[in-house]
């Protein structure tokens, strides 16, 4: 049975009061065949890192500058996240693609940056809703995916999350063919760039909730979820982490 990762992105939520959540959600035992990550504001990791010690509970960060360090005022570098306790680093969500216009050169630098600083970068592409209907979305994914990752790297410490920007923050989920049928594309792309047999994780975001995480999790190539709202409180987060599928003997 593959691993499944579920990993909380907490976007610009969260003061000192919710590092109560990220506690209980430590508490919880989690399934050997499960790993959970809570990628918080970057303020919060040095805390939530001596908070979260010895659990089984990772933490990443939303993002970080393809520069080590220099002067880029009120920017973070990857060298900062990793000394805060971050070991994953999110790179390309659509968000930061569209308020910010971060092309897919910039994320591929940012890629390298996490890389350099030893963390697993989770590289978020997906299609808006007119992409879709115009019948685009596997070439703009595709596309995405080819110009993000560069030539030279390998299937280490890389994840993929397949965020249509439509489900984000929606509460409507793409379905469980279009989630089968972008993530059987992306795991070809991924063959055809690394090499066949590589295992990258594939996640799904886009209003995942306790509700409909199972069904997620039961669509082939689906190897885990990029949650937002629903990562925030708790009581959310550990439903959609039961919801991981018991590993057979
Ligand atoms: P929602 O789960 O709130 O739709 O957000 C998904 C997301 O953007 C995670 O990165």
């Known amino acids: 049975m593959a691993e499944y990762l579920i990993a909380g992105n ?34 919060l990791l040095p805390q939530m890192t001596a908070l979260l010690d010895g659990s089984m509970v990772r933490l990443g960060a939303q993002d970080c500058h393809p520069e080590d360090s220099g002067a880029f005022t009120g920017d973070i570098s990857a060298p900062m996240l990793a000394e805060s306790g971050a070991s994953y680093v999110i790179v390309g969500h659509s968000e930061r693609r569209l308020s910010y216009r971060e092309s897919n050169n910039l994320v591929r630098r940012k890629m390298q940056a996490a890389w350099r600083a030893g963390l697993t970068a989770i590289l978020c592409v997906g299609e808006t809703e007119t992409e879709r209907n115009s019948g685009h979305a596997h070439a703009v994914v595709g596309q995405q995916f080819a110009e993000c990752t560069p030539e030279d790297s390998t299937a280490d410490k890389l994840v993929i999350a397949y965020e249509p920007v439509w489900a984000i923050g929606t509460g409507r989920s793409a379905s469980g063919e279009e ?31 306790g509700d409909n995480a199972a069904e997620i999790f039961s669509i082939a190539d689906v190897n885990g979820a990029l949650v937002g709202g629903a990562s925030l409180r708790a009581a959310d987060f550990i439903r959609i982490i039961r919801s991981v599928p018991v590993a057979q003997a």
Request: aromatic residues 6%.
């Open 10 to 43: 907490w976007k610009m939520n969260g003061l000192r009061a919710e590092l109560a959540e990220a506690e209980r959600t430590a508490a919880e035992e989690i399934a050997d065949n499960c790993r959970v990550l809570i990628c918080p504001p970057a303020v």
């Open 179 to 209: 989630i089968a049928d972008m993530h059987g594309f992306l795991r070809e792309e991924a063959s055809r760039h690394f090499g066949p047999g590589q295992e990258i994780p594939i996640l799904y975001g886009g209003s995942v909730k």
